[in-house]
């Protein structure tokens, strides 16, 4: 049989992923440090084999490996584990992983390539060359953050020099090396993020998602709404404009989630991230598309040269129209207790259902970012509008027990 490791997973999409693996006849198999993260997923279906292994340890995932073999394919779907997949593929012959991955997670390199593309205006500086940025016009407001982080974690709004010289303090007294905090302009404008999936025919555009980001200074992500502009103008800019910035950062073949500005003057980078994108986005692809990211995912790991014939292969029968889903934050720190309110989202129309992201029992110190988020409500409708009026209309009957 077939046989292709998982090298971990995101939060959300294992299910899918075990799913599709079943119907190709596919020995799926999850390398990971920590089994109890997925129970929710592999609850829902098990086509998978999960072996415990320390994921940080590269030696650890050589002899899991070695265990395993022949293995035919890897898959590597996430931020934390990408160098480390690439290192793996460069010995062992995997095709399709990431290449250049450190390098395609820096936010200064992928910003400031794209500048000089003409594909985004604002440069982006290092800590450590934060004097030559202080000589320029200071022009508005810059975000501090770490170049190389994930889930809005360390992202900081900076209003004037000092603030910006205070808040590289912080990051640097808080562990990040000072190369790698990043400072870079603010754009004013509504975030998107754009769904794709390169092959060797080029960059598809899956859609556009929209999302709405919590009040200032905070950047947590609340809601997300997809396919928005769909068959218009504005998203066929969209299509040309990342199709563009996949080729000058030489992302490669496999999926990618961009996030970006629409600061009405133009699209401006925020980040680029080399995988699907986080949350219930590829449920949403599937459901809205009809076209699978999982049976992708699986084909990209087996098929050296991943072609238009693939994506075909990958269609599956569309369920919604439209996707949204609305994140629960916790209101303050403490230690998750019961979650209320589930049980009343099976009266709401739009198929509205209740994912849980932490469980009880979980301690949380920090409500600042995406690490707050407890759970998610999806909701479907004809319109993105209406779908995200039914998940917030759901989201309000949560409530959650903080001890």
């Given amino acids: 049989m077939t046989r292709v490791v998982l090298l971990e997973a995101l939060a959300f999409g294992l299910d899918r992923l075990s799913r599709a693996a079943e119907e ?11 089994r109890k993260y997925y129970r929710r997923q592999l609850a829902k279906h098990h086509h998978v084999r999960v072996v ?16 395993l073999a022949p293995v035919d394919g890897l898959i590597s779907n996430t931020d934390t584990w990408a160098a480390t997949a690439e290192v793996l593929a460069a010995e062992r012959g995997f095709v399709n992983v990431l290449r250049h991955a450190s390098r395609l997670r820096d936010k200064v390199w992928v910003r400031n390539t794209l500048v000089d593309a003409g594909l985004s205006k604002g440069r982006a500086a290092r800590a450590t060359h934060w004097l030559d940025l202080r000589e320029q016009p200071w022009s508005g407001p810059v975000i501090v953050k ?17 603030d910006a010289e205070k808040m590289i303090a912080r990051l640097v007294e808080g562990g990040l090396p000072p190369e790698r905090v ?55 800019r969209v299509r040309r404009w ?16 961009v996030e970006f500005v629409d600061t009405g003057n133009g699209f401006e980078i925020v980040e680029v991230n080399s995988r699907l994108g986080g949350g219930l986005i590829g449920e949403s692809i599937e459901m809205v598309n009809g076209i699978s990211p999982y049976h992708l995912l699986i084909s990209q790991a087996l098929v050296p040269e991943l072609g238009q014939q693939h994506v075909e292969l990958a269609r599956t029968a569309p369920q ?53 988020n407890y759970g998610t409500v999806t909701a479907t ?22 001890e």
Wanted: charged residues 25%; contains cysteine.
């Fill in 182 to 236: 990043a400072v870079e302009p603010y754009a004013f404008g509504p975030l998107y993020s754009a769904e794709t999936y390169t092959t060797t025919a080029g960059t598809l555009l899956c859609g556009v998602t929209s999302r709405t980001i919590s009040e200032l200074p905070e950047f947590r992500e609340l809601d997300m709404t997809y396919p928005v502009g769909r068959g218009t103008d504005w998203e066929d």
């Fill in 320 to 372: 919604a129209a439209a996707f949204a889903q609305v994140d629960k934050h916790l209101p303050r720190p403490g230690r998750l207790g019961e979650i209320l309110g589930v049980e009343d989202l099976a009266f709401f129309p739009g198929n509205v259902r209740w994912h849980e992201v932490i469980g009880p029992g979980t301690v949380v110190a920090n409500t600042t970012d995406q690490s707050a």
């Fill in 52 to 67: 415990d292994v320390d994921t940080f340890d590269i030696d650890a995932i050589r002899r899991a490996l070695d265990a």
């Fill in 24 to 34: 190709r006849g596919i020995d799926l198999v999850l390398l990971t440090f920590d």
């Fill in 146 to 162: 770490d170049a190389a982080g994930t889930g809005s974690r360390d992202v900081l709004l900076a209003r004037s020099v000092e």
């Fill in 242 to 257: 990342v199709a563009a910035v996949l080729e000058a950062i030489g992302r490669g073949v496999g999926p990618s989630h």
């Fill in 381 to 402: 409708g004809a319109t993105p509008g209406e779908a995200l009026r039914r998940a917030h209309a759901g989201a309000r009957h949560i409530r959650l027990v903080l």
